[in-house]
């Protein structure tokens, strides 16, 4: 069979899986709260936690843009489903680059086979994401004492690791920074459950505190003062591209479910759809789903391509995708009138999970910022500004 067939056949089956059980899974995780371990074996069972490692690692192997086409039909179901596929499809890439042989044997395949279940855990409660972190760790002999807290982290309850992001204690700024592998069960570790968010329901989130918890120096990914490269560095790009993706499969959700109820609702003797101000916003809604799917798309096969702008396509992909999903879950929900507004209806649920994305990978604030650095500094090499000092 051709590569091409079998892609086909790989995206059928999401589709189904997304259209059928997954749609019962959405309706499971929304009644009780819960996303038990019996869907994320399911999601094993199935191979969808695997699609994008290489093959060497157990991984499916599949090329990014590729993924990427599946990631917008995974999106298209659950906050928490779509939270599971791409957290688990992307952890292996932030840990690979910086492991070496045996971290790799005991952390990066394991997690991509599903035996062990690693959180991001970067954000903290008492200062900005990224070099202001205040985590610190203590070396003493062959281990490193961990002392700080985080929150916000997705998996953060049921983990077996903390993928942890700390500096060395006295350090500032990038210097000194380290990246973890910090047992969930080690000694000094408190976590509180705090999962109870707007949307994505189910997924387990926690706020972790570390009182000279012990974690071997061999945990340690990469050298001291690479920490944030372990977290910012490569890994980003396309995590941020699968972000965006995410969005754009979320608003074709909210635009097929505006397109149905349009439909069959019936106002002073016509169907919405018959009324232009309705017709325009659908429109609207479409022109805009596609725009932000093109550049998602165009994203991808610049970092598949491994080209220089691939970082900032990442950041406008996913700041232009974000306010798409914003306008599009918004003018969905209104198309529903007050009715809309009843968790009785499918679009409740698709505009909180959609609240979730403007803060995953970043804020838009932050996009912007990543965005205008490097354009200054293109404009910079193109005009020789800055090369000849
Ligand atoms: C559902 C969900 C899951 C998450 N999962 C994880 C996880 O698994 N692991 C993890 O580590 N984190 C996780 N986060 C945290 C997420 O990465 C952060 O919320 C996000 O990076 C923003 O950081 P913050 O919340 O500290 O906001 P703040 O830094 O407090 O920002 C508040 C506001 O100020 C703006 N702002 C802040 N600094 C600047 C600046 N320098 N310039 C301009 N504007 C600025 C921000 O854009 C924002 O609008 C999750 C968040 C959510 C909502």
């Given at each position: 069979m051709s590569d091409e067939q079998q892609f086909h056949e790989l995206r059928t089956q999401v589709e189904q899986w997304v259209e059928g059980p997954g749609e019962r899974w959405a309706e499971r995780i929304e009644e009780t709260g819960q996303v038990p371990e019996e869907l994320w074996a399911e999601l094993n069972a199935q191979g969808f936690l695997r699609i994008a490692a290489p093959e060497e690692y157990g991984?499916?192997?599949?090329g990014f843009v590729r993924w990427m086409e599946l990631m917008e039909v995974f999106s298209r179901s659950h906050g928490s489903i779509r939270m599971i596929v791409h957290v688990v499809n992307g952890i292996w890439r932030s840990m690979d680059g910086h492991a070496d042989d045996e971290q790799r044997k005991r952390f990066v395949v394991p997690s991509v086979t599903g035996d062990i279940k690693i959180a991001f855990t970067l954000t903290e409660p008492g200062n900005g994401t990224g070099a202001d972190i205040t985590t610190s760790v203590v070396r003493e002999g062959d281990t490193y004492y961990l002392s700080g807290r985080k929150h916000l982290i997705t998996f953060g309850v049921r983990c077996d690791y903390y993928l942890l992001a700390a500096r060395v204690e006295g350090s500032t700024g990038h210097e000194g920074t380290v990246a973890l592998l910090v047992?969930?069960?080690?000694?000094g570790v408190t976590v509180e459950d705090t999962s109870d968010t707007m949307g994505v329901r189910g997924t387990d989130h926690a706020s972790l505190a570390f009182d000279r918890t012990p974690v071997p120096v061999?945990?340690?990914?990469?050298?001291?003062?690479q920490g944030m490269e372990v977290f910012l560095?490569?890994?980003l790009t396309p995590s941020r591209i699968s972000v965006a993706m995410s969005c754009v499969g979320l608003a074709q959700r909210a635009q097929q479910l505006a397109v149905e109820y349009a439909r069959n609702r019936v106002t002073f003797g016509k169907t919405?759809?018959?009324r232009q101000v309705i017709q325009f916003m659908l429109a609207e809604n479409e022109a805009d789903i596609e725009a932000a799917r093109q550049l998602v798309l165009h994203a991808a096969r610049r970092f598949e391509e491994g080209a220089d702008d691939a970082s900032m396509q990442s950041s406008m992909a996913k700041m232009h995708a974000v306010t798409m999903l914003t306008a599009v879950t918004d003018k969905a929900l209104q198309v529903h009138?007050?009715?809309?507004?009843?968790?009785?209806?499918?679009i409740e649920r698709v505009y909180r999970d959609a609240r979730a994305q403007r803060f995953e990978e970043g804020t838009n604030e932050v996009q912007k910022a990543v965005v205008f650095r490097e354009l200054l500094q293109r404009t910079a090499s193109r005009t020789g500004e800055g090369t000849s000092r």
């Open positions: 991984g499916r192997g599949l047992p969930r069960d080690a000694p061999d945990h340690r990914l990469g050298a001291e003062g560095g490569g890994f919405l759809t018959q009138g007050g009715l809309g507004y009843w968790k009785s209806q499918k």
